[in-house]
């Protein structure tokens, strides 16, 4: 392992790629402002805690002689409670704010040492917008979040790693670094064999040292408290909460929450954490000696907590780092694991994972799972590899000349010829869906006005003469067949035909699923400004118009809530309908796709059958299935607007591959033009 001197020269970045320009400083700019305006967020979120209760958040005795450990709460080490003590004396106000002021400066100074410890040659669009990138994304990071709060030191202990790793010359001055971070986090002492194996043994044994004579400097100056850590509560386990809790994202509570406890489970856990490490610092040892270094210490971090007996949740950044290695040949795959680390690092895990039981022992440990993915099972490519720097390029189709000129082809909106990663595809859709429902939960609900626009709705279609809904609901209900089928169809097909349609299309004609998967997320995002904007009492929910609930029951129209449905969605989400509106996209789909003239009819049965249905269940007004033809045509329709038609725009097996801009190669890269690369 290389000092920072020997990695990036003593001006950074010895082999940058390629030259700046005037949009990617202003792209610069602006991501710094976002990361400080993030920044400024998570500071008035903490200090909103009235002063009192922000004391208290350290968990510690406000005179020095007591015990560190008196309630359970603090877990941290006795030389951490050593320092942190006399922190107590300050005034609230003024220590509230340094010490939150003092966090997001260290987070902000990691992603500093992040970027520029990223492998060289490194191209000049990364090296001017990797920093920003970075603090920004740490900065909504479920482990920043919590890192933020009183008393937490997780954030110090990753910046003394990276400092002494990449920024400090000298063998000891580093070890002394690594030694304080494992004074405050001992499971990082899993740094000193990797300095060993990686050829730095000087280092390796002053971190030893380091970490050595600060336990002895804490037992001597606390020595009930050191029993009480390191014997009693083996490393802190107990500390701070139940071991089995959701914020102990390690090894031992995720088998703790799987029901193991007693000896079996001390002997398993044993087991699996001296496997990790094994293969963990194995491969952090051999990235380390290929020259990603950034990769080598993200590794080691991320086995670092998921061994350690108690592996909080604010000790998990080392997992954002982990996006410093590469996966996959293709350009196409290059995203997936980023957008994985990112959005569970960032992200709650009921966003990530639907609530189903069986899927419960994956969500409750969704860090963990990053971790230990990062640590030992992700294969990233190495230096020298061919595909490192050259990954198979993604091959696009020319722009269609039917599209709207106006209209400029954004790169993401090119027409790809390949077909899309299916986990990144199956992530996005997910959280898509999760943050459609969310935003739909979220939207007005007021009684009075959404009451007040069903009767206008119901006066336009009298209006009209279309205000059938009430005669077909009474005729289903006086017909139990009818009703039994309707109820059925309407609480089945909902999801699973839009999905099975894009399950066939993804496999069998990739370049019609992203048309047809672009035109259904549009259409989605339309109705949802919908609901805002118009919230809508459905005809079951409008009082004294006779209409019967046929799917949820008799519904009390005269209690707000409306029942137990009001808790599982927003009633008032009704225009326009998605139900209509998503069966009318399968419809379209099936009918311009489907090869067979049977298919297609059946592409005309189901929106048929669908708008049948909202409206005998009257769940439904018959202009708000208007309303749900409307998005789905304009979904269409700024599809083709953006990416011209859905037909190739070249012949049959004609590849067009992605154009490449010459670059200007670095001082230092310049010596041969095979070390040219894309910016």
Same mark, same amino acid.
């Given at each position: 392992?290389?000092?920072?001197?020997?990695?990036?020269?003593?001006?950074?970045?010895?082999?940058?790629?390629?030259?700046?320009?005037?949009?990617?400083?202003?792209?610069?700019?602006?991501?710094?402002?976002?990361?400080?305006?993030?920044?400024?967020?998570?500071?008035?979120?903490?200090?909103?805690?009235?002063?009192?209760?922000?004391?208290?958040?350290?968990?510690?005795?406000?005179?020095?002689?007591?015990?560190?450990?008196?309630?359970?709460?603090?877990?941290?080490?006795?030389?951490?409670?050593?320092?942190?003590?006399?922190?107590?004396?300050?005034?609230?106000?003024?220590?509230?704010?340094?010490?939150?002021?003092?966090?997001?400066?260290?987070?902000?100074?990691?992603?500093?040492?992040?970027?520029?410890?990223?492998?060289?040659?490194?191209?000049?669009?990364?090296?001017?917008?990797?920093?920003?990138?970075?603090?920004?994304?740490?900065?909504?990071?479920?482990?920043?979040?919590?890192?933020?709060?009183?008393?937490?030191?997780?954030?110090?202990?990753?910046?003394?790693?990276?400092?002494?790793?990449?920024?400090?010359?000298?063998?000891?001055?580093?070890?002394?670094?690594?030694?304080?971070?494992?004074?405050?986090?001992?499971?990082?002492?899993?740094?000193?064999?990797?300095?060993?194996?990686?050829?730095?043994?000087?280092?390796?044994?002053?971190?030893?040292?380091?970490?050595?004579?600060?336990?002895?400097?804490?037992?001597?100056?606390?020595?009930?408290?050191?029993?009480?850590?390191?014997?009693?509560?083996?490393?802190?386990?107990?500390?701070?909460?139940?071991?089995?809790?959701?914020? %102990?994202?390690?090894?031992?509570?995720?088998?703790?929450?799987?029901?193991?406890?007693?000896?079996?489970?001390?002997?398993?856990?044993?087991?699996?954490?001296?496997?990790?490490?094994?293969?963990?610092?194995?491969?952090?040892?051999?990235?380390?000696?290929?020259?990603?270094?950034?990769?080598?210490?993200?590794?080691?971090?991320?086995?670092?907590?998921?061994?350690?007996?108690?592996?909080?949740?604010?000790?998990?950044?080392?997992?954002?780092?982990?996006?410093?290695?590469?996966?996959?040949?293709?350009?196409?795959?290059?995203?997936?694991?980023?957008?994985?680390?990112?959005?569970?690092?960032?992200?709650?895990?009921?966003?990530?994972?639907?609530?189903?039981?069986?899927?419960?022992?994956?969500?409750? %440990?969704?860090?963990?799972?990053?971790?230990?993915?990062?640590?030992?099972?992700?294969?990233?490519?190495?230096?020298?590899?061919?595909?490192?720097?050259?990954?198979?390029?993604?091959?696009?189709?020319?722009?269609?000349?039917?599209?709207?000129?106006?209209?400029?082809?954004?790169?993401?909106?090119?027409?790809?010829?390949?077909?899309?990663?299916?986990?990144?595809?199956?992530?996005?859709?997910?959280?898509?869906?999760?943050?459609?429902?969310?935003?739909?939960?979220?939207?007005?609900?007021?009684?009075?006005?959404?009451?007040? %626009?069903?009767?206008?709705?119901?006066?336009?279609?009298?209006?009209?003469?279309?205000?059938?809904?009430?005669?077909?609901?009474?005729?289903?209900?006086?017909?139990?067949?009818?009703?039994?089928?309707?109820?059925?169809?309407?609480?089945?097909?909902?999801?699973?035909?839009?999905?099975?349609?894009?399950?066939?299309?993804?496999?069998?004609?990739?370049?019609?699923?992203?048309?047809?998967?672009?035109?259904?997320?549009?259409?989605?995002?339309?109705?949802?400004?919908?609901?805002?904007?118009?919230?809508?009492?459905?005809?079951?929910?409008?009082?004294?118009?006779?209409?019967?609930?046929?799917?949820?029951?008799?519904?009390?129209?005269?209690?707000?809530?409306?029942?137990?449905?009001?808790?599982?969605?927003?009633?008032?989400?009704?225009?326009?309908?998605?139900?209509?509106?998503?069966?009318?996209?399968?419809?379209?789909?099936?009918?311009?796709?489907?090869?067979?003239?049977?298919?297609?009819?059946?592409?005309?049965?189901?929106?048929?059958?669908?708008?049948?249905?909202?409206?005998?269940?009257?769940?439904?007004?018959?202009?708000?299935?208007?309303?749900?033809?409307?998005?789905?045509?304009?979904?269409?329709?700024?599809?083709?607007?953006?990416?011209?038609?859905?037909?190739?725009?070249?012949?049959?097996?004609?590849?067009?591959?992605?154009?490449?801009?010459?670059?200007?190669?670095?001082?230092?890269?310049?010596?041969?033009?095979?070390?040219?690369?894309?910016?």
């Amino acid at each position: 392992m290389a000092n920072a001197a020997e990695h990036s020269g003593a001006n950074g970045h010895a082999g940058v790629i390629g030259g700046s320009g005037g949009r990617l400083g202003a792209a610069r700019l602006m991501l710094w402002a976002l990361a400080l305006l993030l920044a400024v967020r998570q500071a008035a979120v903490v200090l909103r805690v009235p002063p009192g209760e922000w004391l208290s958040g350290f968990h510690l005795p406000g005179s020095l002689p007591g015990s560190l450990y008196t309630n359970g709460q603090f877990t941290g080490t006795p030389f951490a409670g050593l320092v942190l003590k006399p922190l107590l004396g300050l005034a609230a106000p003024s220590l509230e704010v340094a010490w939150t002021c003092v966090t997001l400066l260290l987070v902000a100074a990691v992603g500093l040492v992040a970027a520029r410890a990223l492998p060289d040659p490194v191209p000049r669009r990364t090296a001017l917008l990797a920093a920003p990138v970075l603090v920004a994304l740490m900065m909504v990071s479920l482990p920043v979040r919590e890192a933020a709060l009183p008393g937490q030191t997780a954030v110090l202990p990753v910046l003394l790693v990276l400092l002494a790793v990449f920024r400090v010359p000298g063998e000891r001055p580093s070890g002394f670094l690594i030694g304080l971070a494992a004074a405050l986090q001992p499971a990082l002492l899993l740094f000193a064999p990797l300095l060993w194996l990686s050829g730095r043994r000087a280092t390796a044994r002053s971190a030893a040292l380091t970490f050595g004579g600060a336990a002895a400097l804490s037992w001597a100056a606390l020595p009930s408290d050191s029993w009480t850590y390191w014997i009693q509560h083996l490393a802190g386990t107990g500390l701070g909460g139940a071991p089995d809790g959701l914020a %102990n994202q390690s090894v031992h509570g995720a088998l703790l929450r799987l029901g193991l406890s007693g000896p079996g489970e001390i002997l398993l856990y044993a087991a699996l954490a001296a496997a990790i490490v094994w293969i963990g610092l194995r491969r952090a040892a051999r990235y380390a000696r290929d020259g990603q270094l950034l990769l080598a210490v993200a590794i080691t971090g991320c086995v670092a907590v998921a061994v350690s007996p108690t592996g909080w949740r604010h000790q998990l950044l080392w997992v954002l780092l982990a996006v410093a290695g590469k996966v996959g040949k293709r350009a196409a795959d290059r995203p997936v694991w980023p957008v994985a680390v990112v959005l569970a690092m960032t992200l709650p895990s009921t966003v990530l994972l639907p609530n189903l039981v069986a899927l419960a022992p994956v969500r409750d %440990n969704v860090l963990l799972l990053a971790a230990l993915a990062a640590a030992c099972a992700v294969p990233f490519l190495p230096r020298s590899s061919p595909h490192w720097r050259e990954p198979v390029p993604t091959a696009y189709g020319r722009p269609a000349p039917a599209r709207w000129a106006r209209v400029p082809l954004l790169p993401f909106w090119r027409r790809v010829l390949s077909r899309p990663n299916l986990l990144l595809e199956l992530l996005l859709i997910r959280v898509g869906y999760s943050l459609y429902s969310h935003i739909r939960a979220a939207a007005p609900t007021s009684r009075s006005l959404a009451e007040g %626009n069903g009767s206008q709705i119901h006066g336009i279609e009298k209006a009209l003469g279309i205000d059938i809904e009430l005669a077909v609901n009474h005729a289903v209900v006086n017909t139990p067949w009818l009703e039994a089928f309707f109820n059925f169809y309407y609480t089945s097909f909902h999801f699973v035909v839009p999905l099975g349609i894009l399950a066939v299309l993804y496999w069998r004609r990739p370049k019609d699923y992203r048309w047809a998967r672009a035109s259904l997320g549009l259409a989605t995002v339309l109705a949802l400004i919908g609901f805002w904007l118009y919230p809508l009492a459905p005809p079951r929910l409008m009082p004294g118009l006779g209409f019967v609930d046929t799917v949820h029951g008799v519904q009390d129209l005269a209690n707000p809530s409306y029942g137990a449905m009001t808790a599982i969605s927003n009633q008032y989400a009704a225009m326009p309908s998605l139900h209509f509106g998503w069966s009318l996209w399968c419809g379209v789909v099936i009918v311009m796709i489907a090869p067979k003239g049977w298919q297609k009819v059946l592409g005309v049965l189901h929106p048929t059958i669908t708008v049948c249905a909202i409206v005998a269940t009257a769940n439904h007004w018959v202009l708000d299935a208007v309303g749900g033809a409307v998005v789905v045509g304009a979904g269409f329709g700024l599809v083709y607007v953006l990416s011209g038609p859905r037909g190739d725009a070249v012949p049959a097996g004609v590849a067009v591959p992605r154009p490449r801009r010459p670059e200007r190669v670095g001082a230092a890269a310049s010596a041969s033009a095979g070390e040219r690369t894309r910016a």
